[in-house]
């Protein structure tokens, strides 16, 4: 019996209840969308951004986000990137950034992952991959 | 009867086409290190100069570098560069040896802190405190949590909009300058406002 309670600590810290917010949405022009595993929201300003989440920008449509690192991302209309991996503590030394672009435009700028720890940071082209070393660069898939 | 052709050609091209191009530029950044590193199946290259770009097939080994001028920048990707958000911004406020009072230097910060918060609205805000490595651990990580709710306390006085703001404390364990154990360094005595 005396085991339940650690059972019920082990169920409740095994699943991940509250996902961690990695950036913050802050322009936003036109219809922007986030998928977010089954959902589908509209973007807002201000707003945050979950590892996973999937960006979709409509016609005329452009969005602008800021990771809790300070990278900046901005996607131009018809585009569509996901967040595959981001992770940022630099007390322990833990470090994760992958972006993926699967269509249209993108504007990146470095943050302290990309001083820190620049081999953490992949972002994905339909091509291949693009490194960094302290930098800001501009992506467009064709 | 004109649309409908340009539709069947633009199908047709997809079916026997399914290769892909990217244009990967870099540009100016005022850092001392910018450079990217594109890797492909077949290759691997590496741009290091501002303004130069690569275009990077599925198919094919990527091609040479080139320079893209400020006008062609401007005439193809010139919106998408101007709607990117301001870019984060880092103060530093200093205290006095081992309490909550800010030199008179960093004091006259505050306006500019303000500003610079005001200017990138909707924004988050991260506080950090720290300590140097006089007193024990405990004690440093104690102080520089004071430190940086005074700064919270400040911030949340100016009644601006601020969509988050969270509160961290580094104690002696993330110097700005790397000293020995109880080496009073006024460097160190410091709380990081990281306005994203």
């Known amino acids: 019996m005396r085991c339940i309670p650690l059972l019920i600590c082990l169920l409740l810290f095994s699943v991940p209840v509250w996902a961690d917010d990695i950036a913050i949405i802050k322009s936003l ?10 959902q589908v929201l509209i973007a807002e300003k201000s707003h945050n951004l979950q590892s996973g989440d999937i960006l979709i920008t409509g016609k005329d449509s452009h969005i602008g986000v800021i990771f809790h690192d300070g990278s900046v991302l901005t996607l131009k209309e018809n ?7 981001f992770e940022f503590k630099p007390i322990e030394n833990k470090f994760k950034f992958n972006l993926k ?23 994905e082209i339909p091509e291949g991959t693009i490194g960094i070393r302290g930098t800001k660069f501009l992506v467009e898939v064709k | ?71 062609e920048l401007q005439q193809s990707y010139g919106s998408l560069i101007a709607s990117a958000p301001k870019p984060p911004i880092n103060f530093l406020i200093y205290f006095e040896p081992s309490t909550v009072v800010m030199t008179s230097q960093s004091q006259q910060l505050f306006p500019e ?10 924004c988050d805000v991260n506080i950090i405190g720290h300590a140097d490595s006089t007193g024990s651990k405990e004690y440093n990580t104690e102080l520089s949590l004071k430190r940086a709710k005074q700064i919270e306390h400040w ?11 969270s509160v ?7 110097p700005l300058i790397p000293t020995a154990d109880g080496v009073a360094e006024p460097r160190n005595r410091r709380v990081e406002i990281l306005i994203r």
């Open chain 2, 113 to 122: 802190v303000h500003k610079a918060i005001e200017e990138r609205l909707p």
């Open chain 2, 155 to 165: 911030l949340i006085k100016q009644k601006l909009d601020i969509s988050n703001i």
């Open chain 2, 168 to 174: 961290e404390s580094y104690g002696e364990e993330d």
């Open chain 1, 79 to 85: 585009s569509f990137l996901r967040v595959n991996d």
């Open chain 2, 1 to 71: 009867m004109k649309n409908l052709h340009l539709l069947l050609l633009l199908l047709l091209s997809l079916v026997l086409c399914s290769c892909s191009t990217s244009r990967v530029i870099l540009l100016e950044n005022n850092k001392d290190t910018n450079a990217i590193v594109i890797k492909t199946k077949s290759a691997e290259l590496v741009l290091d100069e501002t303004n130069t770009y690569a275009d990077i097939s599925s198919i094919a080994a990527p091609t040479a570098i080139k320079k893209i001028t400020k006008e």
């Open chain 1, 101 to 123: 672009l699967k269509k249209g435009a993108a504007l990146f700028q470095s943050g302290k992952i990309g001083t820190l720890s620049p081999e953490s940071f992949i972002f």
């Open chain 1, 29 to 38: 022009d036109g219809s922007v969308k986030i998928k977010r595993a089954e």
